[in-house]
């Protein structure tokens, strides 16, 4: 199989000094994430890092920064494949606000299909290759630089918080039993998950990480619940406590039943999570989903009262 062959010198656009990215230039490129997270106050260095720890790899001649006048680190763009079979790679990247202006964002997501596009005719050929990128809702500019290229709107990933000092009223559950979660519910649970999220293209969980994951201190089992059918669990919400936000509830995992849903229960157990993290002193509680068309999204401020404080589009595009 024949190498990706790069170009004597990164070159992308003329404002600034560009070259290919190395394992030296990691911690560099960490402090401008954090940069640009705090300057835009944005969720995407977030998306970007969970990406990145979801073990995936750095494509090969994809990974690239541009530096100003001054020697600062002012832009970069890398390309990370989560999966060969199919082929799916993100396109990553950040613009500092001082050179926005300039079109160097768009000049980069050029560059980065193009070089996506080379990459996967070095490494496999004639294989489609699926492109993703995450855009900002409320902020326009890279969704139609991406639009531009032929990337369309996949799926919509909103953080939604509830204020617990005001009422909260529990839907009725169309006669299925929520219950709290009990260890003996795990496994039951576990295989659920994966039942769910697996069509959305979740990996499984094995039950190592979900043993796990039920250790870790921030889990909260009396702010989790399952739904029963009789004996059979056909929904679950798993909550945490939020480090990020004192007095904040989060719940984390929260599916039901493909032969369950639109029958409100998914809204009666994150009720009885929302009671829960108000019992225990929570003054807020927040979640995070995803949907295709935004259907979700309306129930859960409509009946529960969420509003939405960030919203991301998954952008795609199949080479």
């Known amino acids: 199989m024949s190498r990706i062959q790069p170009a004597a010198e990164a070159y992308v656009e003329p404002h600034l000094r560009w070259r290919f990215l190395n394992a030296d230039d990691a911690d560099e490129v960490e402090h401008f994430r954090g940069q640009l997270e705090a300057l835009d106050n944005s969720v995407l260095s977030g998306l970007s890092a969970a990406v990145f720890e979801g073990g995936s790899e750095q494509a090969e001649g994809l990974a690239v920064g541009g ?34 202006h300039m079109l160097i964002g768009t000049a980069m997501l050029k560059w980065q299909v193009a070089r996506a596009i080379a990459w996967r005719d070095a490494k496999h050929p004639g294989v489609p290759m699926w492109l993703g990128c995450y855009a900002e809702l409320g902020r326009p500019g890279l969704e139609r630089v991406a639009a531009a290229h032929g990337f369309r709107p996949e799926r919509y990933y909103y953080d939604l918080f509830r204020d617990l000092t005001t009422k909260i009223k529990v839907p009725d559950a169309d006669g299925i039993a929520v219950e709290p ?28 990480e979900w043993e796990g994951h039920l250790g870790e201190p ?40 493909p032969d369950y849903r639109r029958r409100g229960i998914s809204l009666t ?51």
């Open 67 to 100: 530096w100003d006048a001054y020697n600062s680190l002012s832009a970069f763009s890398s390309g990370v494949v989560v999966s060969t079979d199919p082929l799916r790679l993100y396109l990553m990247g950040g613009v500092h606000p001082v050179h926005r």
């Open 181 to 208: 979660f009990c260890d003996s519910d795990a496994e039951e649970v576990r295989v659920l998950h994966n039942l769910c999220f697996r069509p959305l293209g979740g990996s499984d969980v094995d039950v190592p």
């Open 218 to 257: 921030e889990f909260r089992a009396d702010w989790s619940f399952v739904a029963r059918d009789g004996e059979r669990i056909v929904g679950y919400a798993m909550s945490v406590e939020d480090d990020g936000e004192p007095g904040c509830g989060w719940t984390e995992r929260f599916g039901v039943h």
């Open 269 to 319: 157990l994150l009720g009885k999570c929302l009671l829960a993290m108000r019992g225990s002193g929570c003054t807020e509680a927040g979640i995070g989903i995803d949907t295709p068309d935004g259907y979700g999204l309306s129930k859960l401020t409509e009946a529960l009262g969420y509003v939405k404080r960030d919203a991301v589009a998954l952008l795609s595009r199949v080479v």
